[in-house]
């Protein structure tokens, strides 16, 4: 599930781009989970009609993603096939992030892919392709078969799945990768416009630069039109984007973290990894041999030279600190520098540890550690559990940790409240300084122009504050 | 006189009157060797009366623990004027000390003078009179940095034996209490702790021991992306949890935005 802040952001993201009513649907559904055409209208108390056009537009936008699964009757009716509808949390934060991405394809492929020239777009199309920015949609409505009889979905896909845990997230994983196109066909370019490898071929979405509109119809069919021509649609490749995202934040850490030689071996290990077949997720990359990171790290500027020695001493350092330093900046900032040492301490050693014992060894003063400790567990940033001892004199001892996953995600919700809160600073800032900006130029002198200046001072921390944040936010979110 | 010399001095100095504090405490614990107790065990409270008697027993009884002065009472089952009557007695006599429990520093903590306060009792090495000795910690800190800046990495005992062979301690310091240092440093990010590799700068040191370098300048907070959520408000708010959209603390109305974007109210 969504948290909570990330469910604001989300829909305030929604509320922006595409309405008030959208927004609604789109908040109906990060809270609630999948849901069918039916439910939301009940839950969003909307008309049909706008449910249907919201889930049209979102749908389009790749912020819902629909299904069809067959539901058991009840009462000795034979099971029919319902559509369900979930959201797409991450392909909604994507949204403000448009600028970026547009940046990372400019910076690699040059501004022309905007042009309206048929061959100009044709050729952009292509090189777009090549680089793995856009990639075919997923199937529109994928069907999910029932699991086998005696298996639940859960037991079906073996300990992994079992550790997810619910059925209900089960099945939208499931509808994911049904949707998803085959890895050999997601960039593979076809000479005409049809495909016949699914049936479930994707009859909406947005082509590179343009949006499609479908006729009303009835029922489930009112949001996705199946009768409408088979016909490849292509849709922006968010997961590359934000790899060559995480990539660059990675490899700039690393370069103040620890030298620019780590640096290099660093970004030479991710290009090589970048086209291989493997899964967004860091644990999953696939392993280099040293030759082959060598051969890569001398093409780089400041590569050659390098000897095996030293990549394999860069190597060495090279490990992914970059949360934790996230988090502990936090706790400096907000708690001091006592505090920051105390996290520190019980953030590196991964285990439960008693009052006195973080007391001695972060030279804190006691009674100062107890305080500082009950205030980072009252924010969750600490587990804490205390032990009673018993025998001829019984004694309460507090022991402390900090769980890792748990604190991930609730820093996680921190940042998605505070890009929330930036956004809503820019809007504020926007209102309040409205009447300037609407002044002509020639009438900004003076008392005006200081403050229209100012405006725009505001407005540039506000901005570049948010996309940073961003960037963290997406290394948190990946890591 | 150069700074570098200055500071030396200055710290010398600092050391010198902490040496000299330790040096008396070591002088007290020898004088007070229980080698004349053994001599005259039956004659170490000479003049004592009973009440005296069976309160310095009940003390003795508790060694470096120490008991306080409400527990001695409960003991013995004396009155409460004949108790503190008693302990002034035992004071004036030199048989008994008030020590400080950093347990609990308001409270008369009473030990017999043969014994050393357990470091449940005092806190440990690092603590003086029931407080932490941030002074000697800072100037320890600030000596291991100072040879740590001549040196690209340095194990431990590099540490130690620079501590001990230039003689900037003038008190016993143990291998242990410079591990104690060395790992505080580590937690606030001024030393990084690696492995040796026993390549490049580590080609003197033995593969896999523990060493430590100067992190580098830039530090926690000017960390590229991961710094950027402390490095705006919301990072630093102790009041983030309580703020929403439209509330009283939203970020509209943020007095701490309003610093940070030098905004006139």
């Not at chain 1, 049909?48 to 069809?68: D, G, M, S």
């Not at chain 1, 090549?130 to 029932?146: G, K, M, Q, S, T």
């Not at chain 1, 003063?365 to 025998?391: F, N, P």
């Amino acid at each position: 599930m969504v948290s909570l802040h990330g469910v604001q952001l989300a829909t305030h993201l929604i509320s922006s781009f595409y309405g008030d009513l959208c927004s609604k649907v789109c908040e109906c559904l990060l809270r609630r989970g999948t849901l069918t055409l039916a439910q939301i209208i009940r839950f969003t108390e909307l008309s049909r009609e706008n449910v249907i056009n919201c889930l049209r537009v979102l749908i389009h936008q790749n912020c819902v993603q629909a299904f069809a699964i067959q539901q058991e009757g009840a009462f000795g009716e034979a099971p029919r096939i319902i559509t369900q509808y979930m959201a797409l949390f991450d392909n909604m934060i994507h949204k403000m992030r448009a600028p970026k991405f547009m940046q990372i394809v400019s910076e690699e492929l040059g501004k022309d892919v905007g042009s309206s020239d048929v061959h100009v777009v044709r050729e952009s199309f292509n090189r777009l392709l090549i680089a793995r920015f856009i990639e075919r949609c997923p199937a529109p409505e994928p069907f999910l078969a029932p699991p086998a009889d005696g298996e639940t979905p859960a037991k079906k896909r073996g300990a992994k799945s079992a550790k997810i845990g619910e059925e209900r997230q089960t099945t939208e994983q499931r509808a994911l990768a049904a949707a998803a196109p085959m890895d050999s066909m997601r960039f593979l370019m076809e000479m005409d416009d049809l495909s016949e490898e699914k049936s479930e071929e994707c009859t909406n979405s947005v082509t590179v630069g343009e949006k499609r509109k479908q006729d009303v119809l009835k029922s489930d069919e009112d949001v996705l039109d199946a009768d409408k021509k088979k016909e490849v649609l292509w849709r922006v490749n968010f997961e590359e984007l934000v790899r060559r995202l995480r990539h660059k934040a990675c490899i700039s850490y690393v370069k103040t973290r620890i030298n620019d030689e780590a640096a290099i071996v660093l970004s030479a290990m991710l290009e090589l990894s970048r086209h291989s077949e493997t899964w967004q997720k860091a644990e999953n990359s696939a392993y280099l041999s040293i030759n082959a990171i060598y051969d890569e790290v001398i093409k780089k500027e400041g590569g050659l030279g390098m000897d095996f020695e030293r990549i394999r001493a860069s190597l060495e350092q090279l490990g992914c600190q970059c949360l934790e330093t996230g988090v502990e900046s936090v706790v400096l900032r907000r708690y001091g520098r006592e505090a920051y040492r105390i996290f520190r301490l019980l953030s590196k050693a991964g285990r439960f540890l008693e009052s006195d014992k973080i007391s001695d060894t972060t030279f804190v003063e006691k009674k100062d550690t107890i305080k500082i400790l009950y205030k980072l567990w009252k924010d969750d940033y600490l587990h804490m559990e205390k032990v009673m001892t018993s025998g001829a004199k019984q004694s309460l001892f507090l022991l402390w940790r900090v769980n890792k996953e748990p604190l991930r995600e609730h820093v996680l919700d921190e940042m998605y409240h505070a890009a929330l809160n930036l956004r809503l600073r820019i809007a504020h800032e926007q209102d309040k300084g409205k009447e300037i900006l609407q002044l002509p130029r020639e009438k900004l002198v003076g008392e005006l122009e200081k403050r229209y200046k100012l405006l725009g001072k505001v407005r540039v921390i506000l901005e570049s504050s948010l996309m940073n944040l961003d960037e963290a936010i997406m290394l948190f979110h990946d890591f | 006189m150069a700074p570098r010399h200055l500071c030396a001095m200055v710290l010398c100095e600092l050391l010198a009157s902490r040496g000299w504090l330790m040096m008396l405490r070591g002088m007290s614990r020898r004088l007070v060797n229980p080698s004349l107790k053994r001599k005259r065990p039956e004659t170490d409270s000479p003049g004592l009366v009973d009440a005296e008697r069976a309160i310095l027993d009940s003390i003795k009884g508790k060694k470096d623990l120490g008991i306080w002065a409400r527990d001695i009472k409960q003991e013995t089952k004396l009155a409460d004027h004949v108790v503190n009557k008693s302990l002034k007695s035992l004071l004036a006599k030199k048989l008994i000390k008030e020590v400080v429990n950093i347990q609990n520093k308001g409270k008369k903590h009473y030990m017999a003078v043969e014994f050393e306060p357990s470091k449940e009792i005092s806190g440990g090495e690092w603590y003086v009179d029931g407080n932490l000795d941030k002074e000697l910690i800072n100037v320890l800190k600030q000596l291991c940095l100072r040879y740590l800046r001549t040196q690209k990495v340095a194990t431990l005992d590099g540490v130690y034996n620079d501590l001990k062979k230039n003689r900037v301690v003038t008190f016993d310091i143990s291998n242990q209490q410079v591990s104690e240092i060395l790992n505080s440093m580590v937690l606030d990010n001024d030393l990084i702790e690696v492995k040796s590799t026993g390549l490049g700068d580590y080609h003197s040191i033995p593969i896999g021991t523990v060493c430590y370098r100067i992190a580098s300048a830039a530090g926690v907070a000017k960390g590229p992306k991961v710094g950027a959520f402390a490095s705006i408000p919301c990072g630093a708010c102790p009041r983030i949890n309580l703020c929403t959209p439209n509330g009283v603390i939203s970020p509209g109305t943020c007095v701490y935005y309003n610093k940070w974007l030098s905004i006139d109210f």
